[in-house]
């Protein structure tokens, strides 16, 4: 939506996005872009949007196919920093901060929207002890090489006394079965676009005015706290088979 050239992160997600893992695939351009439109007519009133990247792809189905996205159930967007620090700037997100346009769009058409920002998905850790737990069940085999790359290669230098990585596409998943282990706050969100604040995450956390809709949208739900002792056990769960 910027018409910016698309800024890439290989030394946090790898070449394939996968972290050190080599495919032994040659990238190729392609597009699938259309086939949602059949999914969104096949599974109407049913369809659940993950969203866990920028929002560019998701707010121009809104612009082009607005009446038919009323069809969809729900959607779950990774994304933003409320009352908490950016990852690429001191307070932005890098989801929002790369096309802030394009959240503007989904913030004010989505229903039913609920927003997992890095105050929350920062929190869901996985130790190097969980990991290595999780492969001695031989469930996985690429789950140790992944976080073992983003702990020890990225996230120990960048975030000094961080205790494991952060798996944030994960807990988004994980918010469609787990709506407990969350606490939610419920507020129009806008994001900004001016270049000094470009993606700051706002919504009105006042307990005690008119709640500010920026321009009449809907509110949505913001995850604002995260139950670690639930998330770590749904997530070993799940890796592993056992029940903790």
């Known amino acids: 939506m910027s018409s910016e050239t698309e800024t890439f992160y290989p030394e946090v997600h790898g070449k394939f996005w996968m972290g050190p893992i080599q495919t032994g695939l040659e990238l190729q351009t392609f597009e699938n872009f259309f086939e949602v439109l059949i999914l969104i007519k096949q599974y109407k009133n049913e369809l659940i949007i993950v969203n866990t990247g920028r929002l560019t792809s998701l707010a121009t189905l809104f612009l082009l196919y607005g009446d038919m996205m009323e069809y969809v159930h729900s959607y779950y967007i990774m994304g933003g920093s409320f009352l908490y620090p950016g990852n690429v700037t001191p307070i932005a997100e890098a989801n929002f901060y790369g096309d802030p346009g394009a959240v503007n769009i989904v913030m004010r058409y989505a229903k039913n929207l609920s927003i997992y920002p890095l105050n929350v998905t920062q929190s869901a850790i996985v130790t190097p002890e969980m990991v ?16 073992d790359y983003y702990y020890y290669q ?6 000094p006394g961080i205790q494991g990585s952060p ?3 994960a807990l988004t998943l994980i918010a469609i079965n787990r709506d407990d282990i969350f606490t939610y706050h419920q507020s129009a969100v806008t994001v900004n676009v001016l270049d000094t604040v470009r993606g700051q ?11 500010e809709t920026f321009g009449n949208r809907p509110k949505h739900r913001i995850a604002m706290q995260m139950n670690y002792e ?4 749904e997530f070993m769960s799940v890796m592993t088979g056992d029940l903790f």
């Open 230 to 233: 639930q998330f770590f056990k």
């Open 167 to 169: 798996v944030h596409d």
């Open 154 to 159: 990225f996230y120990k230098k960048k975030v």
């Open 201 to 211: 995450s706002i919504g009105d956390f006042r307990s005690t005015f008119e709640p």
């Open 132 to 147: 290595n737990y999780i492969h001695s069940k031989g469930k996985t085999k690429f789950l140790k090489p992944l976080l």
